[in-house]
């Protein structure tokens, strides 16, 4: 049966995809979790979001796309003999970039979501001030939307609350979600796959932890 005001949040447990998940269970009155595997080094953040979807009261469904490692060996986050980028290389994306990786998960995502007859998708990728991912932009969102709609001749619409926010917007909507604390102390987001704070010094952490201390100063300046 067509449930018409339910979606399904491609779910990782990190800051984004937390900050999603409180948006659509306010938007849609049921919201289910999908979190994928993908031959990534750190299992503990699949734990970590199995665990804030259950607190959340969200059906969790975990798939299993760790196919996807084996495809391209190049990537950090799958292959553990390859160091980590920490800037961007001048010709091509940091190693930190994991090719079709959107495209996968959001079309096994809306495969899932269908099969329920949910047709609402959230994801939480952004343009605004990340590596310039390309299957983070809002042009492949939209194209692959489109295709997906083509493909099983369905009205699949696929959200991106985040698409335009920064990294400090981003913290900005978790507080306006009331899930601030929630989002600071019990996500996932380092690559070197450390809770809350991180590491501190990859390039998920010095994002997270950039976009927050902006945010926490403009709250400031807005209280005084
Ligand atoms: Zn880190």
Redesign the pocket.
């Known amino acids: 049966m067509r449930q018409k005001d339910a979606a399904l949040v491609c779910f990782s447990g990190g800051q984004d995809s937390t900050t999603c998940l409180f948006w659509a269970k306010k938007r849609f009155s049921r919201v289910e979790a999908v979190c994928f595997t993908y031959g990534q080094k750190h299992s503990l953040e699949i734990e970590v979001a199995r665990q804030i979807a259950a607190d959340a009261d969200v059906p969790f469904q975990l798939l299993d796309v760790s196919l996807l490692s084996q495809l391209d060996t190049s990537c950090s986050l799958t292959n553990t003999s390859v160091e980590m980028d920490r800037e961007k290389p001048a010709d091509s994306y940091p190693n930190t970039f994991v090719p079709g990786r959107n495209m996968v998960f959001l079309t096994f995502a809306a495969i899932l979501a269908r099969s329920k007859g949910i047709f609402h998708l959230v994801t939480g990728v952004s343009e605004a001030d990340y590596s310039g991912y390309p299957d983070c932009r809002d042009t492949f969102v939209r194209s692959l939307n489109v295709t997906l709609n083509l493909a099983m001749d369905e009205q699949f619409v696929i959200h991106t609350p985040l698409m335009e926010r920064d990294k400090s917007e981003v913290w900005e909507l978790a507080d306006e979600l009331g899930v601030f604390d929630l989002v600071r102390t019990r996500t996932l987001t380092?690559?070197?796959g450390?809770m809350a704070e991180?590491?501190?010094?990859?390039p998920?952490?010095k994002l997270r932890e950039e976009g927050l201390r902006k945010y926490l100063a403009r709250r400031q300046s807005k209280r005084k």
Do not use: F, Q
Request: glycine share 18%; proline share 0%.
């Open positions: 380092c690559y070197n450390i991180g590491c501190g010094h990859c998920a952490c």
